[in-house]
């Protein structure tokens, strides 16, 4: 990130996480990498993700300072209202009412530290019929219907998506609520609470796809998920290849890299939406002929031939791949790989054309 002489955009913005496991850890870590100085609070038996999952407890606390608190406790109680004096964020993840139970109601603290930002991520909201329920990525994924479009097309839905999607998205909801909190508080100077629920970030998540089912007046599963020429196949070589030849120009191309321009001459082909409707018939074709090559040949042959294709590489395949190593960098005093944000932030030097409010005469 190129800053103006070393300086990062949360600078000076101090953060406060009571939360566990993966969402409000990796929001917090962001924020870090951001600049934010952030102190973890933990319970005194630590976080449990670092015995479930110690490569990712690595990567979501790098950079921050850990404190352990009982806060069931008047010592622990009184020692986060001291890190609360000085501090610009609060993020919490307990289901709801805890915080209140604990001695923190959301008055008490807005009355005590009026430029405070609460951000609460949880389950399913602050209120409504499922607000106590207890939840897991894979509840809020259900009731979210990201789900219901899982696995294979006429399959049941598979709950290994691969990466926890519902608690990947509150976090980025969450981290991009704290950003729009602070700016709102440049401009009233005071705080503001902000809930995150898990289940409503999933559902956010789904939109586009639910835009689709309900345009086309909620077609089946099968129907909904059935793409041409947009699948992963299996190589010769036991690897796998991802295709996603949807345009036309794509499709021609593609064909005539397999050698099999006769199916540019099909009717039922000519269109994007009349290969979806034979979707199963052309991709069942199409994983004949990438099963008669090596992954990486046939890699080399639609890379020269400007087509949306690639290996499907494996965590361990990434790091040795000569684009997207560029990303990764280790977790001091770990193993653990983490990945830089994936922006950039060129920030130009002040200029005589330039005002506080970032406007350019």
């Not at 600078?11 to 990498?33: Q, Y």
């Not at 608690?167 to 729009?180: C, E, H, P, V, Y």
């Not at 639910?210 to 070589?237: I, N």
Request: glycine share 12%; hydrophobic share 40%; proline share 6%.
């Amino acid at each position: 990130m190129t800053t103006i002489d070393g300086a990062q955009p949360l600078d000076g913005v101090r953060v406060v996480d009571l939360s566990l496991l993966i969402p409000g850890p990796w929001a917090t870590s962001m924020l870090a990498d951001l600049g934010a100085d952030v102190v973890h609070v933990q319970p005194p038996g630590g976080d449990p993700l670092q015995d479930m999952m110690p490569g990712a407890y690595r990567v979501v606390g790098r950079g921050k300072r850990v404190v352990r608190l009982d806060l069931k406790s008047d010592e622990g109680r009184g020692r986060l209202l001291d890190l609360l004096r000085d501090c610009d964020v609060l993020v919490e993840g307990f289901r709801p009412g805890t915080l209140q139970r604990l001695g923190f109601s959301l008055d008490q603290m807005m009355a005590s530290f009026p430029r405070l930002i609460v951000c609460s991520l949880n389950g399913y909201g602050s209120d409504g019929a499922y607000r106590d329920r207890p939840g897991h990525d894979l509840n809020y994924l259900a009731a979210s219907g990201l789900l219901s479009v899982s696995g294979e097309p006429s399959g049941r839905p598979y709950p290994g998506g691969g990466a926890p999607l519902a608690d990947l998205a509150g976090s980025l909801f969450a981290t991009q609520g704290i950003l729009a909190a602070l700016l709102l508080r440049q401009q009233t100077g005071v705080g503001s609470r902000l809930v995150v629920p898990l289940a409503a970030a999933a559902l956010k998540l789904s939109e586009p796809r639910m835009a689709e089912y309900d345009e086309r007046g909620g077609p089946a599963k099968a129907e909904l998920m059935s793409r041409a020429a947009y699948d992963v196949f299996q190589c010769r070589d036991g690897s796998w290849l991802a295709v996603a030849c949807m345009e036309d120009r794509f499709w021609r191309g593609l064909c005539q890299v397999l050698g099999r321009e006769d199916w540019l001459e099909r009717e039922e082909y000519s269109s994007y939406g009349g290969r979806c409707r034979h979707a199963e018939r052309l991709n069942g074709g199409l994983a004949d002929e990438f099963a008669r090559a090596d992954r990486d040949e046939w890699v080399d042959r639609c890379v020269a031939a400007d087509l949306p294709v690639n290996a499907v590489l494996d965590f361990a395949e990434i790091s040795d791949d000569v684009h997207m190593r560029r990303w990764l960098d280790r977790v001091p005093n770990g193993g653990a790989r983490s990945v830089r944000l994936p922006y950039t932030l060129l920030a130009a030097r002040p200029t005589p054309t330039t005002h506080d409010s970032g406007r350019n005469r």
